[in-house]
């Protein structure tokens, strides 16, 4: 999704649902829109690193990588 108005306008107009952090909450008060917490206290997000395909990766970037990895599962 390109924007958070863009969200809520497709949202408002019954093309699906949308996810948005409670902090949007107060800017995004609309009354084609319902908004509802999430059962849990706190949700899991899967976030990925996208990059171009591409052997010249630098040193920074690789420990950045790792970094975001996190430590190893035991």
């Given at each position: 999704m390109s924007s958070l108005d863009m969200m809520l306008t497709?949202?408002?107009?019954g093309y699906g649902i949308g996810f948005m952090t409670a902090t949007k909450i107060p800017i995004s008060q609309r009354p084609d829109v319902v908004i509802r917490p999430?059962?849990?206290?706190?949700?899991?997000?899967?976030?990925y690193l996208?990059?171009?395909e591409s052997s010249?990766?630098?040193v920074s970037l690789d420990r950045f990588i790792e970094r975001?990895?996190?430590p190893p599962d035991d």
């Open positions: 497709l949202v408002g107009a999430l059962a849990q206290d706190t949700a899991v997000i899967t976030t996208l990059r171009p010249n990766s630098s975001l990895r996190g």
